[in-house]
């Protein structure tokens, strides 16, 4: 996994909102304290895979939180980005998130087609990156947060990496050795 290489105004969650020329980014949304917000991000209205990502991983029982996501369709291919941390009570295991890249590819080389090369896929179709974040409430406590942007032919692509990232977070991903 790489270093993000964006120094920018997103080092503190939640995120502002950007309004620019036709682009709306409502900021960062704590879906964890506020899940009735979900209908505010665009793409969880038009894709339901993300959205049924955003409300698991975010909801009860889930180590992790998403900080944002997009996901359009541009010059003939539908590419996006799913960002997403610990939530503070396992903030001292954020460092485990920065195998997640090698997790993903060696389950998709489990469970996937035995036909498809999947590191190779994995290397061709995403990019995971790496930074470190804070909470505006406690911006002195920082925590690793992780990137993984998408880029696929189709939306029906897109939809089944999500999917499949989903199940991952959720049932293989391993952040630490125990719960807190």
Not at 18 to 29: F, K, L, Q
Not at 40 to 68: H, Q
Request: charged letters at 20%; aromatic letters at 14%; a negative charge.
């Amino acid at each position: 996994m790489m270093p993000s290489p964006y120094d920018d105004d997103f080092r503190f969650f939640p995120y502002p909102a950007e309004h620019s020329n036709s682009r709306t980014n409502n900021g960062g949304i704590n879906l964890v304290q506020e899940p009735h917000r979900i209908n505010e991000i665009t793409e969880a209205v038009r894709f339901p895979e993300l959205r049924a990502l955003l409300v698991e991983v975010n909801g009860e029982g889930s180590p992790f939180m998403t900080l944002g996501c997009a996901a359009a369709t541009e010059k003939q291919s539908f590419l996006g980005y799913i960002e997403f941390s610990v939530r503070p009570e396992y903030a001292e295991n954020s460092s485990h998130l920065l195998n997640l890249d090698s997790q993903f590819a060696a389950l998709m080389k489990q469970v996937g087609s035995p036909e498809t090369d999947w590191e190779n896929y994995c290397d061709l179709t995403l990019k995971w990156e790496s930074a470190v974040f804070a909470f505006r409430e406690t911006p002195d406590v920082t925590q690793h947060k992780v990137t993984v942007w998408y880029k696929f032919n189709n939306l029906q692509e897109a939809a089944t990496f999500i999917s499949a990232f989903h199940v991952f977070l959720i049932d293989y991903a391993n952040i630490s050795d125990s719960e807190p």
